[in-house]
């Protein structure tokens, strides 16, 4: 089959989240109202934990939310359907790289990813998109920077149940970050997946793409064009994350703590 180059170059953006004004920069983030998006940690010092649904169902982003974008992953269909038209590909294949690539981000920062059945209260869903144009995608809904004040507060009486929203709202913002409520992660289920590079730059890898879109479910953005796994240009150039990919989550969530010497020590 002839392709028509340029064709192909416009397609192999992955699931492009935010416009990208074409400059290179080291690392890049997801940014909401100027503040950097991040999942918050549970505890100070204890790491990260995000969970993750994998969706059964067809699923609708909640009216009202403030997402970043309004149409990535707005409807999606049950996880399942990314495969049909992928018949080298198992559901349970899917799934496996699915896991890999969260794998992939754990092995190099302090993050730790839980699967749960609630979708309601996933951290971040993934599924199927329902017609897209393109073929993967990211979403990110962010809580209001704007936390709407309680009447009592609002019309300055300091009572005690204000005190609650008060905390609540400096919770939200862990330094000047912003917390992300939920994230969302569509693959089309019209394209055509494999497991594994071929060179056929037609038909994207899982993992590959599972990891790449992940990385923006974690606030991460494109730093550029290509030369590492979050850039925006589908490449089979690598297998793991690079150090420039490994820099940029560091920055959020810190590294992944090594194993303490006294585990190893003594045998
Ligand atoms: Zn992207």
Request: glycine fraction near 8%; charged fraction near 25%.
């Amino acid at each position: 089959m002839i392709r028509v180059r340029v064709l192909a170059g416009i397609a192999v953006a992955v699931g492009a989240l935010v416009p990208f004004d074409g400059s290179p920069k080291a690392d890049a983030f997801l940014s909401s109202d100027g503040r950097l998006l991040k999942w918050r940690s549970q505890s100070r010092g204890m790491g990260t934990v995000v969970s993750y649904a994998v969706l059964t169902d067809a699923f609708r982003v909640p009216q009202g939310k403030r997402t970043l974008s309004p149409d990535n992953c707005g409807a999606m269909q049950p996880f399942a359907d990314i495969v049909k038209e992928s018949p080298d590909v198992s559901v349970e294949e899917a799934k496996h790289e699915l896991k890999a690539a969260f794998a992939a981000w754990e092995e190099i920062a302090d993050l730790t990813f839980v699967e749960i059945e609630d979708v309601s209260r996933a951290n971040i869903v993934v599924g199927a998109a329902h017609s897209p144009l393109g073929r993967a995608f990211a979403n990110l809904s962010v809580r209001s920077v704007e936390t709407p004040l309680p009447v009592s507060r609002a019309l300055g009486k300091a009572d005690s149940d204000t005190q609650g929203t008060s905390s609540e709202a400096v919770d939200r913002e862990e330094s000047g970050f912003a917390a992300i409520e939920q994230a969302y992660v569509c693959l089309s289920q019209r394209s055509r997946w494999k497991v594994g590079f071929d060179g056929n730059l037609d038909i994207y890898d899982l993992r590959y793409t599972f990891t790449h879109e992940v990385g923006h479910a974690i606030g991460l953005d494109h730093p550029g064009k290509s030369g590492s796994l979050m850039a925006y240009r589908y490449e089979e150039r690598f297998q793991q994350l690079t150090p420039s990919d490994a820099s940029a989550v560091q920055k959020l969530y810190g590294s992944r703590p090594s194993t303490p010497k006294s585990f190893t020590s003594n045998r």
